[in-house]
């Protein structure tokens, strides 16, 4: 389902448009207002991804008249860009890294759009940081150095710190 070119931006700006079409400003205000403490999109790089969008055949667009001003293009989903925003949505985020941002805009997207499985998503994530936590956990005990030895375990803990906090999202979404 994921594409080769397929960006986590691409998924957050098919969720904008699950509940219904917009023109790309308003995809713009919308992202920056709700999703701005979580990921930051610049207008230009917005334009560019829905242009993305569109060659990939996820999103649609229609041309709008407006008076006095130029028209607008008007963007809304097609069923391929629905299923993969929900393939998207179901899947747990596989690097501590991205968890900030890809799986803070899961979560605003599962509470926003009122999507079932929040519970799964959320056990499968800690199954993934369970993993990770002990990879590390392993790595760092074989570490040649003490430096390494510390950002393997640094990192482990960053993992072993998410686990508890993926249950309290649980407890103040459902």
């Not at 040649?144 to 649980?170: T, Y």
């Amino acid at each position: 389902m994921p594409r080769e070119n397929d960006t986590p931006a691409h998924a957050a700006l098919l969720g904008l448009l699950m509940s219904q079409p917009r023109h790309g400003y308003e995809l713009y205000r919308e992202f920056s207002h709700e999703l701005g403490r979580v990921w930051q999109i610049g207008l230009s790089q917005l334009y560019a991804q829905l242009k993305q969008l569109q060659e990939a055949g996820l999103v649609a667009a229609q041309t709008e008249p407006q008076p006095s001003r130029p028209p607008r293009k008007v963007y809304h989903l097609t069923a391929e860009g629905r299923d993969v925003f929900l393939h998207w949505l179901h899947q747990p985020t596989p690097y501590l890294r991205l968890i900030r941002v890809e799986f803070l805009a899961r979560l605003y997207f599962f509470h926003r759009l009122s999507v079932r499985g929040l519970d799964e998503l959320v056990a499968a994530q800690k199954v993934t940081c369970h993993e990770q936590a002990n990879r590390f956990g392993r790595l760092a005990a074989e570490a040649p150095d003490g430096f390494q030895r510390l950002v393997l375990e640094f990192r482990q803990g960053q993992l072993e710190a998410v686990i508890p906090w993926l249950d309290r999202c649980l407890e103040i979404l459902t």
